[in-house]
């Protein structure tokens, strides 16, 4: 089947020892259920999922616990039956050592299931169908990044026409791969099928490498005895690291190289790692979310290395010690392979989807890292990079922190595969240097990205104000304009009437508000008064509080002093200018005469009583009285006089205004008439009642019609006066 | 003597067509606003705290591209900022001026203690880019997303609910410091400079 293929190569590459048959003698066996399950929200490259349960819950095997956020992301499941114990920050698997939200489940050992739903018959299934059940089950990526799978292939079917299996496995001591493709190659081929099945590919290849007879054996055998197989290519390619990358394997098998920042989608080819095929064998026909994977445990430290099927979630201590490994002897503890790895500082750590292989290595195997020399530029590093980047200028460029210069040689396209630092004669730690120009760049084009929006926003922000002034500055102007022309007016109101009215008003307005505050002041005074009252009269009084009080009324009395201060002044500036307003008029008018008269008339008649009173007493003071009585009625005469005076020059001056008179006189008549009618009413019914008020209306009615009639004799003679 | 006037002749007409030419590239290819500002602007890191006493980053680059201002003179750019503008003026690069402030070890986000806030507004008049919700008497909260750790909202809270935090982006944020090992000969250069000493 294999013969007639045409294998291509890529550029570079190395071949570390493998040290793979230490675990592949020993079957893979059930790793058990730990006292404890750690599961991280974030296990896969993307969102971080959403929990979906509280710690006391109780949760069945396979039961959903977390939620994928978005597309991007995984759902996650419990892998046994138990209840949850916390929901925290643990340290997780991650080159950072850094700890992250995990839940915790602390198993039943009963292994209870939740209900599963598998799929009978798949190939009645449109892609969808297939899509939703695989996103479902929470498969990720199986071969170290943790990409969800459900988004690799969602990829259009008509764009894609080979289908790659990654079966390559071609770090050294890693051997899941291989142990799963001999005990289980069945599951793994109809999980292909199913892969198949969504894409349509026109080609269907597993790339294997040729350390692995045994496994490619069984992947033959598996596809010889299944019947309706479409056209499955086994295709063995020789060992070389790193053969089982991506990249490098679409190429050895297709000749075709994903072009620098592309997807292998683009040159119509989905790569699936063959651990994925089987988690979907086990999703789509079986039913069962992705909870447990094959692990390799190995390293000399460890006594029996072999390959587990593990609950993911599980210590690797508790993978240790079903090993026999010793920890003494252990001096770097290593997840995932020796080149592409990260050394775990915590044995507590959790093993996660993508957890292919845990190596306990001893001081002779993995020793430390050698004391970095100066680069001499040899070469041999660009010799074996399968990227064909160029890793001494890639070096120093990193080195120097030049990260533009970094960045146009491409070292985004580094895959960190660690060839470079594998053959340096001088001991640099290159990828490490890669790894932190590439953390700098992302760092700085985030950096950047976020300084960006502040300026747009600070920009906005200033735009806006500017805006804002400009209304305020628009509407103060209409403002003033408003004022100005109120002003005007104003203006020409107080020419055309020179009386002052303006100023009158003002006054008034002024004594009103003094009249409030005063009022306002008053009942200060009045509370404090009560309050200090009440206290000295409360059984404790609290001494302090009466001084405070008694000062605080203190005050309000000041005020209201002042405050009536104010309104005495006010009140007399106000009748200054009525009566400077007053004085402005005629004096001679026969109001103000008559007003002279009868203020005349009543000082004569206090004077006369007092006379009167003093005769009485036979006071010695009569005689003085006498001419004071005397001088006063002389008084009377004057006004008289000056009054009909007054009232003939005016009439001679106007008769319109006389008319206006009588028309006022006959008004008055009417409405003294009207009282009088009125009055006489009131008599009338208290008469009939028997009221006591009957002399008191007797008199009233009186007064009202000798009002009457003094009204009537004024109307008379005006109306004469008005004849002539 | 005809040569003469046509050599005048023809040296006047390319003279009118070159001249025409570059008038119209003039108008047509009319670079809008300051090149030199923008560049230097780009440089600077947006942070709109006025620590280089000018209100804001762009006048400061403004300012540099006038000659009025040294390069020095903005403390969350630091260093690197420095370095940068140095490199597109070619001038030597200064210390950063300590006289404006000194450059922070982590990037700063300001976060309000909300159940102390009492919702004065107060914050939000001050920050530079609107990075801060409220209403009145309502409780306020920082986008954090958006705050660039400007420090100006700090001082007008008239209840000191403010605090700036160093960003803890966890996860996600995090990357591969630089090997720290001295590479074997500069260890046995300074052995020997230690010897010198
Ligand atoms: S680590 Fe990067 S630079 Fe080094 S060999 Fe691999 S791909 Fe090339
Ligand atoms: S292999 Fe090491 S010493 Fe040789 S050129 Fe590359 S970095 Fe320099
Ligand atoms: S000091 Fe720097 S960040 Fe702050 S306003 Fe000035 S230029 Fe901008
Ligand atoms: S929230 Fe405060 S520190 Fe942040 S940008 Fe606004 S004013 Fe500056």
Not at chain 1, 32 to 41: A, E, M, Q, V
Request: glycine fraction near 6%; include cysteine; proline fraction near 5%.
């Amino acid at each position: 089947m294999n013969t007639s293929f045409q294998l291509h190569d890529f550029v570079g590459g190395i071949h570390p020892t493998d040290n793979k048959v230490q675990s592949t003698n020993t079957p893979i066996s059930f790793a058990g259920i730990p006292s404890k399950l750690i599961l991280p929200l974030t296990q896969h490259i993307g969102t971080q999922s959403k929990p979906l349960v509280s710690p006391g819950d109780t949760v069945l095997k396979g039961q959903l616990i977390a939620e994928a956020q978005g597309f991007i992301s995984a759902n996650l499941h419990a892998p046994t039956s138990g209840t949850i114990s916390a929901i925290e920050a643990r340290p997780v698997a991650h080159q950072s050592g850094l700890s992250d939200i995990c839940i915790e489940i602390t198993p039943d050992n009963n292994d209870t299931w939740v209900e599963r739903t598998r799929i009978t018959d798949y190939k009645k299934c449109d892609a969808t169908q297939l899509i939703n059940a695989i996103q479902a089950a929470g498969i990720t990526g199986m071969g170290g990044a943790g990409f969800p799978s459900h988004v690799k292939v969602s990829a259009d079917p008509a764009q894609i026409n080979t289908l790659i299996i990654n079966a390559a496995e071609c770090e050294p001591y890693i051997t899941s791969d291989d142990m799963l493709i001999q005990e289980r190659a069945q599951d793994v081929i109809s999980g292909i099928h199913v892969l198949a099945h969504i894409l349509e590919p026109k080609n269907i290849l597993i790339g294997i490498e040729d350390n692995k007879p045994k496994a490619a054996d069984a992947l033959i055998e598996a596809i010889e005895k299944d019947a309706d197989t479409p056209d499955i290519q086994v295709v063995i390619i020789p060992t070389k690291y790193p053969s089982g990358g991506e990249k490098q394997l679409i190429q050895i098998l297709t000749g075709k190289e994903v072009p620098a920042g592309g997807l292998p989608s683009e040159l119509g080819i989905v790569c699936h790692n063959l651990g994925t095929a089987y988690a979907v064998h086990n999703a789509v026909i079986k039913g069962e979310p992705l909870i447990s994977r094959i692990t390799t445990i190995t390293g000399n430290a460890c006594a029996q290395p072999q390959n587990y099927e593990v609950l993911i979630g599980t210590p690797v201590e508790h993978l240790l010690n079903i090993s026999n490994t010793d920890i003494e002897k252990t001096s770097r503890l290593v997840m995932g392979g020796p080149m592409m790895g990260f050394t775990l500082d915590q044995i507590q750590t959790p093993i996660i989807k993508a957890s292919n292989c845990i190596i306990a290595a001893t001081k002779q195997e993995l020793p430390d890292p050698a004391m970095e020399q100066a680069c001499i530029r040899c070469g041999m590093c660009t010799e074996v990079c399968p990227a064909q980047l160029l890793p001494q200028q890639l070096y120093w460029f990193s080195k120097s922190s030049n990260l533009e210069q970094a960045e146009a040689h491409n070292i985004a396209d580094c895959i960190e595969c660690g060839a470079c630092s594998y053959v340096c004669p001088s001991n640099i730690p290159l990828v490490q240097y890669y790894r932190f120009a590439k953390g700098e760049i992302k760092q700085t084009n985030e950096d950047k990205k976020k300084s960006d929006r502040a300026k747009i926003r600070f920009e906005t922000r200033l735009a806006r104000q500017e805006r804002e002034q400009a209304e305020k500055d628009a509407k103060r102007a209409a403002r003033a304009e408003a004022a100005a022309k109120k002003q005007a007016e104003k203006k020409a109101a107080a020419a055309a009437n020179p009386e002052g009215a303006v100023e009158k008003k003002i006054p008034t307005a002024d004594l009103q508000l003094l009249q409030k505050k005063f009022d306002a002041t008053k009942a200060a005074v009045a509370k404090s008064k009560d309050k200090i009252a009440a206290l000295e009269a409360s059984e404790s009084p609290d001494t302090d509080k009466i001084e405070l009080l008694k000062g605080a009324l203190e005050k309000a009395q000041t005020k209201m002093k002042d405050a009536a201060k104010a309104m005495a002044e006010a009140k007399k500036a106000e009748k200054a200018t009525s009566t400077a307003n007053a004085d402005k008029g005629d004096p001679n008018s026969p109001e103000r005469l008559k007003n002279k008269l009868e203020l005349a008339q009543s000082r004569l008649t206090t004077a006369q009583t007092r006379l009167d009173e003093a005769k009485a007493e036979n006071s010695d003071k009569v005689a003085a009285l006498e001419t004071a009585v005397a001088n006063q009625k002389q008084r009377v005469q004057d006004a008289l006089k000056a009054l009909d005076e007054s009232i003939q020059q005016t009439n001679q001056q106007n008769t319109t205004e006389i008319k206006v008179d009588t028309e006022a006189l006959k008004q008055k008549v009417l409405a003294a008439q009207t009282r009088v009618d009125k009055a006489s009413e009131r008599l009338n019914m208290a008469k009939e009642q028997n009221l006591e008020t009957v002399g008191a209306l007797q008199t009233g009615l009186e007064k009202q019609q000798a009002k009457l009639d003094e009204a009537k004799a004024t109307l008379a003679s005006a109306t004469l006066e008005d004849a002539k | 003597m005809s040569d003469i006037f046509i050599a005048v002749g023809a040296l006047v007409v390319l003279s009118l067509i070159f001249g025409a030419v570059l008038g119209f590239a003039a108008i047509r290819f009319k670079v809008e606003g300051n090149p030199l500002v923008e560049q230097i602007d780009a440089l600077l890191p947006q942070t709109q705290c006025g620590q280089c006493s000018y209100p804001g980053c762009s006048p400061y680059a403004e300012a540099i591209a006038n000659g009025e201002e040294g390069i020095n003179k903005c403390p969350p750019g630091g260093e690197s900022t420095i370095q940068a503008i140095a490199d597109l003026l070619g001038v030597e690069p200064e210390p950063l001026d300590a006289e404006h402030g000194t450059e922070k070890e982590s990037a700063m986000v300001a976060v309000i203690r909300e159940d102390e806030c009492i919702g004065c507004t107060k914050c939000i008049q001050a920050c530079p880019v609107d990075a801060i919700l409220g209403a009145a008497k309502q409780m306020h909260t920082v986008i954090e997303s958006e705050c660039t750790g400007c420090d100006l909202c700090l001082d007008p809270c008239p209840v000191d609910c403010i605090d700036m935090l160093p960003i803890n982006g966890g996860l996600p944020a995090w990357h591969w410091d630089k090997p720290g090992q001295i590479i074997a000969t500069d260890a046995t250069n300074n052995a020997n400079e230690g010897k010198a000493a």
